[in-house]
């Protein structure tokens, strides 16, 4: 069994549960943590199966129905709220996916397709690896939090970034099936680096509209202060 595979593998399935446990900021104990783990593990094997034995595994079908397997862990397991779970289950898989599909448009263009075919495995190893510290640092940078619930005037936002998060999510699925097709493998590519340039952008209007928001908090509530001293 190849080495950088079977790490690969496993890589996978550690960057989406550490996302899971950062965004969340704290309120996930290890036993959950292993338990995560273990339940997209079981649902990738479940998804990937049927379309590996139809011959269909490289259309990205499987990536494209993930998130739904992690919002019935959300859903009915977890038990959040329905627009909570969608929007965790879309943030998770996007943050991955996008950012690696990124990664290795970015580095196939740099190091060439040859040099790509000739050491796939521990080239595909070494952007899975880059992928974890560049979630880490989106995760931190823009504050990626899923307390932004909690808040009751960033609610109606978040829903909009849910139907852009949705948005890009189908593009990205729609960016996998062109790259398999050989003459379109270029405009893929194009497409996956918009996916991830506009998710940080989204990201950025998320932080922007809390920042406004609480400042307008603030100078109201600074202003109510002064009225009644």
Not at 76 to 103: A, C, P
Request: hydrophobic share 50%; aromatic share 20%; charged share 15%.
């Amino acid at each position: 069994m190849n080495f950088f595979l079977v790490v690969d593998f496993i890589l996978y399935f550690f960057i989406i549960s550490h996302s899971y446990r950062l965004i969340c900021k704290g309120q996930i104990k290890a036993k959950e943590l292993y338990f995560f783990g273990i339940y997209t593990l079981l649902v990738e094997a479940v998804l990937e199966l049927p379309f590996y034995l139809l011959y269909l595994d490289g259309l990205g079908i499987a990536r494209f129905l993930f998130p739904l397997g992690l919002y019935f862990y959300f859903r009915w397991i977890k038990q959040y709220e329905r627009d909570r779970g969608l929007f965790l289950s879309l943030l998770l898989s996007l943050l991955y996916e996008s950012t690696h599909n990124f990664l290795s448009v970015t580095f196939s263009s740099l190091t060439g397709d040859n040099f790509v075919l000739q050491y796939h495995d521990p080239f595909f190893f070494v952007v899975t690896v880059l992928t974890y510290v560049v979630i880490l640092k989106i995760i931190h940078y823009f504050h990626l939090e899923l307390n932004y619930f909690d808040k009751d005037y960033l609610y109606p936002f978040l829903k909009k970034v849910f139907f852009a998060l949705l948005l890009l999510h189908i593009v990205s699925f729609v960016s996998d099936m062109v790259s398999t097709i050989k003459h379109l493998n270029s405009f893929g590519s194009i497409l996956s680096s918009i996916v991830f340039i506009s998710l940080l952008l989204t990201f950025f209007a998320m932080n922007s509209h809390k920042e406004q928001m609480e400042k307008e908090i603030a100078l109201k509530q600074k202003k109510f202060e002064q009225k009644h001293l």
